[in-house]
Nanobody, 126 residues
Framework: VQLQASGGGLVQAGGSLRLSCTAP????????MGWFRQAPGKAREFVAA????????DYGDSVKGRFTISRDNAKNTVYLQMNSLKPEDTAVYFC????????????????????WGQGTQVTVSS
């Protein structure tokens, strides 16, 4: 599956952005979805994950209470609403899809994902 992420940009600290990730095709609802990020010189970091039907979510500790993941299976799209952004949120953000995932399950490790988007840059200025 080809994933296309968008919505990144430059924002001041305290601001908000919403990332979107689309996956054309009829099988989107069969994938658990996730967002990860990677800053220069750092390892890829888990940000958020959502189950196939959207009922279960999980978040990395650094974004809990500020970011919200959601999905619209009718539109083949997963979203990441990012509020109260901080300079340390600056990174390339990647969406990912995991197949062979039972309903209700979320995936938090990069190794559990099978498909990756190209990434979208988020820069938060202080």
């Amino acid at each position: 599956v080809q994933l296309q992420a968008s919505g990144g940009g430059l924002v001041q600290a305290g601001g908000s952005l919403r990332l979107s990730c689309t996956a054309p095709g009829r099988t989107f609802s069969s994938y658990a979805m996730g967002w990860f990020r990677q800053a220069p010189g750092k390892a890829r970091e888990f940000v958020a994950a959502i189950s196939r039907g959207g009922t279960n979510t999980d978040y990395g500790d650094s974004v809990k209470g500020r970011f919200t993941i959601s999905r619209d299976n009718a539109k083949n799209t997963v979203y990441l609403q990012m509020n109260s952004l901080k300079p340390e949120d600056t990174a390339v953000y990647f969406c990912a899809a995991a197949d062979r995932t039972v309903m209700g399950m979320v995936r938090v490790r990069p190794s559990e994902y099978d498909h990756w988007g190209q990434g979208t840059q988020v820069t938060v200025s202080s």
